[in-house]
């Protein structure tokens, strides 16, 4: 595993990172998450020793510096166009695998699994964003790394693209594979991730599996529409049941659906619609990171 221990980085006299330690694990996908101004690139910097601070960070027990060939150990991608615009990209991974000391057959190879085959022969310059990712991902998987470091991978694709995308690094990590990703597509991310590291203003706010993070801090729901919703809240009132108003029905935490429908079979009520509805990573994520904004805008008052 990749085991983060005590990752510190201060600015003059502010501190963008704090005391900052956590796991990533083989056969799983991390999801690293958090605000705008977190935090996230700054320490995915200094895990890869590409920025100066305190603390360590371990892959499979050893720093970066004393593996021969770091790049088999960790493929990164923290930059959507971190190319020469004008040189084709076959020729940039290629450059790159000979710095690696990698096989020069690996660049049509990786050129292949991210689509870019037929685009081998052309300058990156004037590739779209989602081209570039695609190209920066490629780059990170010329040695085959046993890690994958992603900043932001999936900005830029369309629909078509953020699927293959998923797929691809899942199964990457199910085979016997480590992946860190960061991303702001959240929605993404509770299809994408099996664990997930969340921070805010450069703190540690969790590290845990998805499932635990989703329901340590976000109850699901039962909704229900009713005929006579104003007879079955009456009801709800006598009983001391608590509940919300939602367009065209009503919202109760911390109960099932089966709960819900003996209450309206005891308030002589027909139920039309009742279902669960599963708390999701946005409204834990935003629970979570509540305070820890670093830019904060303002809603418009009608």
């Not at 079979?265 to 834990?284: D, H, I, M, N």
């Amino acid at each position: 595993m990749i085991n983060v221990k005590h990752l510190r980085k201060t600015y003059g006299k502010k501190t963008a990172v704090h005391d900052m330690s956590f796991q990533i694990e083989i056969g799983k996908v991390t999801g690293f998450l958090g605000p705008n101004g977190a935090g996230k690139s700054t320490t995915m910097r200094l895990m890869l020793g590409l920025a100066s601070g305190e603390g360590s960070t371990l892959y499979d027990g050893k720093t970066l510096k004393h593996y021969r060939q770091p790049s088999k150990v960790v493929g990164i991608l923290l930059e959507a166009k971190a190319f020469h615009p004008t040189r084709s990209a076959r020729n940039h991974l290629k450059i790159l695998a000979t710095q690696g000391d990698v096989p020069l057959q690996r660049v049509d190879e990786v050129l292949d699994i991210v689509g870019l085959k037929e685009e081998a022969k052309k300058g990156p310059g004037k590739f779209s964003l989602g081209m570039s990712q695609r190209l920066g991902l490629a780059a990170a998987l010329l040695a085959d790394p046993k890690y994958l470091l992603l900043d932001e991978p999936a900005n830029g694709l369309d629909p078509e693209g953020i699927v293959w995308h998923r797929n691809f690094l899942k199964s990457y990590a199910e085979n016997n594979h480590g992946v860190l990703v960061s991303s702001h597509l959240l929605s993404e991310m509770s299809q994408l991730a099996d664990n997930v590291v969340v921070i805010g203003r450069g703190k540690l706010l969790a590290d845990t599996s998805m499932k635990e993070f989703i329901d340590h801090n976000v109850s699901s729901s039962v909704y229900i529409r009713v005929e006579g919703r104003d007879k079955f809240m009456a009801f709800l009132d006598k009983r001391k049941v608590e509940y919300k108003k939602r367009p065209g029905g009503l919202e109760l935490d911390k109960d099932k659906t089966d709960q819900i429908g003996r209450l309206a079979f005891e308030a002589k009520v027909p139920v039309l619609e009742l279902s669960t509805r599963s708390a999701s990573l946005e409204e834990a994520f935003l629970e979570v990171t509540a305070g820890t904004e670093e830019y904060q805008g303002r809603e418009i008052k009608k």
